[in-house]
């Protein structure tokens, strides 16, 4: 699956998504200017309402897709309440988008541990000092509790907060979407059944 004008969806489709799907990112990472591992997170609210944003993949194999965020966050509190979510990777360089929709599940401590200890240090003294999703009196606040958790960290490493931590969705569909001339876009979507996958093609 390699070439935005290859017609990559005339051939026979590759029995493995998320091979296809890290060939893609591959690509990608070689043409998008910023952050070709961003997508667009859904989640739904306990009242039914739905949201979205965008966050960074920092995983990905035959699990699903992985990404971190602070629990107490309103996604974090969303997808505990209601563990299942879809994203779409978009990559306007290459003409071609991702959507994913399945299940959630939690991250083990031992994963998130890993992870954490990968970032900046600036960034894991971030994580204490943001209150993420919370209401902010102004921008000294946050550069307060920064300095505060700076302070407290000045020496040793910087552990991860017990309320920080990971999720990856387990797919259940995921769609490849090519653009075509004319609008008659190319989409091919993958459906897990029975522990493998089953293909159908799309109208455009």
Same mark, same amino acid.
Request: aromatic share 12%.
């Given at each position: 699956?390699? /070439?935005?004008?290859?017609?990559?969806?005339?051939?026979?489709?590759? !029995?493995?998504?998320?091979?296809?799907?890290?060939?893609?990112?591959?690509?990608?990472?070689?043409?998008?200017?910023?952050?070709?591992?961003?997508?667009?997170?859904?989640?739904? !609210?306990?009242?039914?309402?739905?949201?979205?944003?965008?966050?960074?993949?920092?995983?990905?194999?035959?699990? /699903?897709?992985?990404?971190?965020?602070?629990?107490?966050?309103?996604?974090?509190?969303?997808? #505990?309440?209601? $563990?299942?979510?879809? !994203?779409?990777?978009?990559?306007?360089?290459?003409? #071609?988008?991702? +959507?994913?929709?399945?299940?959630?599940?939690?991250?083990?401590?031992?994963? !998130?541990?890993?992870?954490?200890?990968?970032? $900046?240090?600036?960034?894991?003294?971030?994580?204490?000092?943001?209150?993420?999703?919370?209401?902010?009196?102004? +921008?000294?606040?946050?550069?307060?509790?920064?300095?505060?958790?700076?302070?407290?960290?000045?020496?040793?490493?910087?552990? +991860?907060?017990?309320?920080?931590?990971?999720?990856?969705?387990?797919?259940?569909?995921?769609?490849?979407?090519?653009?075509?001339?004319?609008?008659?876009?190319? #989409?091919?979507?993958?459906?897990?059944?029975?522990?493998?996958?089953?293909?159908?093609?799309?109208?455009?």
């Amino acid at each position: 699956m390699s /070439g935005k004008e290859a017609g990559m969806f005339d051939r026979q489709p590759p !029995a493995d998504p998320i091979a296809a799907f890290k060939d893609w990112l591959d690509e990608a990472g070689a043409s998008e200017p910023n952050d070709p591992n961003a997508m667009a997170l859904a989640t739904v !609210a306990p009242d039914g309402m739905p949201a979205v944003r965008m966050v960074l993949l920092k995983g990905v194999d035959e699990r /699903g897709f992985t990404f971190f965020t602070n629990l107490e966050s309103r996604k974090g509190q969303h997808l #505990r309440a209601n $563990p299942k979510a879809a !994203a779409v990777f978009h990559w306007k360089s290459l003409a #071609r988008q991702v +959507r994913i929709e399945g299940p959630v599940v939690q991250v083990d401590d031992a994963e !998130a541990d890993a992870y954490f200890d990968s970032r $900046p240090r600036e960034s894991r003294i971030g994580a204490w000092a943001s209150l993420q999703s919370r209401p902010l009196k102004g +921008r000294f606040e946050l550069e307060k509790r920064v300095a505060e958790y700076a302070l407290k960290f000045a020496v040793g490493k910087v552990p +991860r907060p017990p309320y920080w931590s990971g999720f990856r969705i387990a797919p259940l569909r995921i769609e490849f979407w090519q653009q075509g001339r004319f609008r008659l876009h190319d #989409r091919l979507v993958y459906h897990r059944e029975d522990g493998g996958w089953r293909t159908e093609r799309l109208f455009p």
